[in-house]
Structure formats: C-alpha cells, structure tokens
C-alpha cells in the first residue's frame, strides 16, 4: 500500500471517513515546511497532508518552502503526491469548476525560488521531460470520469510569479503559446518531487478563465467561491483514488535518480550526504 501525501488548501483534510490524525512537525535540512503535516488513515491508506500555505494562508507563492516541503514527505515515507491547486483556464472548452490533470509545466518565474536538493558539492540532472506520473495521472482521471466531473487529462500548466494575477496582455501572450492553464505553485512541487522520487501529479482546479477572456474580470472573492465548489469534487476523487493505489506501478518515478548523479561520491561532502541521506542514500554509499 502506498502512503500517499496531499498537498492543498484547508477545505481537504475534511474529508469525511478519516481516523486517527494528528498533525505531526517534521523537522528538514531546508528550514521549515509551511505547517505540520497531518497524518491520517482513509480506506485503510495512510495520508500526510499538508496545507500548501499554511493553516489560514499565510504564506505567498513565491515565500513557500518548496524543497522542505517535499523533503518533509520524503522523510514521512510518502511515495506519491497528489497536489490539489486553483488554476485559470486559457480554453473556452476547460470551463470554471472543471478539473484539469496537466502532464506539461512551463515555468515563468523569476525570482530563483530554490526548486533542487542538490548543490553544496553534488550535481545532479534528473529527467524532466514527462513531469507528471502517467500512471497516477491515470487513476485520478478514471476516478472523476467514475463521479461524472468535467475532468481533463493532459494540458500545459503555466507557472507565473505571482502573487498579483496576469495582465491582460500577458494573459493573452500565454494563450496564444497554447498553454492550457496558469497557476503560482505546482512546478516546483512537479521538479523536487522528481528529484525525491516521489510520483507527482496536479489536480488543477479551474477556478476563472484568467482575465483574457471577456467575462468578467478576475476577482479573488471569484476564486475563493469557486475553490469551495471545486473542494467537494477533489474529496471524492480522493477518496475513490487513495485506497487503491499501489507502491508498485512501473511508472519509473523512483528510480528518476539512477543514472542523474553526476558528482564522483568520493568527492560529496559528508555533510551533504548526511543531508541527502533519505534522498541519493540507495546511490551513494
């Protein structure tokens, strides 16, 4: 059975059915996660989910702890993330309250937000060509089909900078790129959680159709009431999905640092394998 980890907004870890949480602090190497996780069973899964910004959102896209984060997963045992985020649509035809399972990213920040374990005296380069795990990708698009949810498989997710939404003029460059929706943090989840070995996969939610379109303007009480919609149709995804997921999938996802480790061990730095232990340790004796 995998242990499965959710990252995501407050409404998730209300999902009915749950037994035995507690939210537990993990301490890692990178500085702290955005909050405690809470550790949970659902259907007989274990779960650790964590609130992406932190119990009450406090903490902006381009403040969040990407690398923690996902290493405070890693160190829990997850071998599988499903991220849950709010996203605009670029396509008349993914409409708000749809959900989208991306398997391409295109990153637009600026700001080096830190998105890699690795420096301090190691080099890797994992492959990132197909950033999402088809086979999680899979399950979770069955389980809306199953529920009858407008749920889209495959489509680029743009990562801005945030935290101020797009211009009109960037909101149109975007689309006429053919992206398919834009959002401020799931790209460097996708990138650390690639360099963990940790399967990855978006739930997108369409919240507002970015401000290309002719609508209506984008607001955030817009896309807080949508979210809260969209909050129930991620709950049961979860929960059909969470039970059935295996460890064993033949995906390739842990084993995505195999041949990426550049650096001779004997010139790591202990420290840095010390630090990485949980990470490069079945690589590096």
């Not at 949508?226 to 049961?236: E, G, M």
Request: glycine residues 10%; aromatic residues 8%.
């Amino acid at each position: 059975m995998a242990k499965i980890g959710i990252i995501g907004g407050s409404g998730l870890y209300e999902i009915e059915g749950l037994k035995n949480t507690r939210w537990e602090k993990v301490d890692t190497p990178f500085g702290e996660p955005s909050d405690e996780y809470m550790i949970a069973e659902l259907a007989g899964a274990e779960i650790a989910f964590l609130p992406r910004h932190g119990r009450g959102h406090k903490i902006l896209p381009t403040e969040l702890n990407y690398t923690a984060n996902i290493y405070g997963m890693k160190k829990l045992g997850v071998d599988t993330i499903i991220s849950v985020s709010a996203v605009g649509s670029f396509k008349e035809e993914i409409k708000p309250l749809d959900i989208l399972i991306p398997d391409q990213y295109v990153d637009r920040t600026n700001q080096g937000r830190k998105t890699t374990f690795f420096g301090d005296g190691i080099v890797a380069h994992v492959s990132l060509a197909e950033p999402s795990c088809p086979v999680l990708a899979d399950a979770i698009y069955n389980a809306g089909r199953s529920f009858g949810l407008n749920i889209h498989k495959g489509g680029t997710y743009l990562n801005m900078e945030g935290p101020a939404f797009s211009t009109k003029g960037e909101s149109l460059l975007y689309k006429s790129w053919g992206m398919d929706v834009i959002g401020m943090t799931n790209m460097p989840e996708a990138r650390c959680a690639r360099e963990a070995e940790i399967c990855y996969v978006t739930m997108a939610m369409v919240t507002d159709y970015d401000c290309w379109h002719t609508s209506e303007d984008v607001t955030i009480d817009m896309i807080i009431q949508n979210l809260l919609k969209n909050v129930d149709s991620a709950k049961k995804i979860l929960k059909e999905v969470i039970p059935g997921l295996s460890s064993e999938r033949g995906c390739g996802c842990n084993s995505a640092l195999k041949d990426a480790i550049v650096t001779r061990p004997e010139l790591i730095p202990e420290e840095t394998k010390k630090k990485l232990d949980i990470i490069i340790g079945k690589y590096i004796k």
